[in-house]
């Protein structure tokens, strides 16, 4: 079982920065993916990037065209989503999840745990 509580959204303009932290508890987080999603109104939830918390390894959604960093840090079980140069476009409800799988890339359906979600918008 993983509970996780993100924080970190907020309302901004183009071009600023947020970042995004997901505070995740649990037993055995070394074995877990951990992601970021996020989901725009009447829109799919889409994968923005991905990392393996035993090794670090990552992945990234093609969109994110080096905008997004994806981080953890061990000693607090914190995950981090750095997000520069925010576009309108990336308003969305934004969500933490992990999963048990070995893949970075997989999408929403593949991810057990999730958090609460937090909100970011972007105004032009």
């Known amino acids: 079982q993983v509970h996780l509580v993100e924080s970190g959204g907020g309302l901004v303009l183009a071009g600023d920065s947020l970042r995004l932290s997901c505070a995740a508890s649990g037993r055995n987080l070394g074995s877990y993916v951990m992601a970021w999603f996020r989901q725009a109104p009447e829109k799919e939830r889409e994968l923005v990037a991905a990392?393996?918390?035993?090794?670090?390894?990552?992945y990234y959604a093609e969109f994110r065209k080096e905008r997004f960093t994806i981080s953890r840090d061990n000693v607090d079980n914190t995950l981090y989503l750095q997000m520069n140069t925010l576009k309108p476009e990336d308003t969305a409800v934004y969500y933490c999840?992990?999963?048990?799988?070995?893949?970075?890339?997989?999408?929403?359906?593949?991810?057990?745990?999730w958090g609460q979600g937090t909100q970011v918008t972007v105004s032009s």
């Open positions: 999840a992990a999963n048990l799988a070995s893949g970075l890339g997989y999408g929403a359906s593949a991810y057990d745990y």
């Open positions: 990392i393996r918390w035993s090794d670090g390894s990552t």
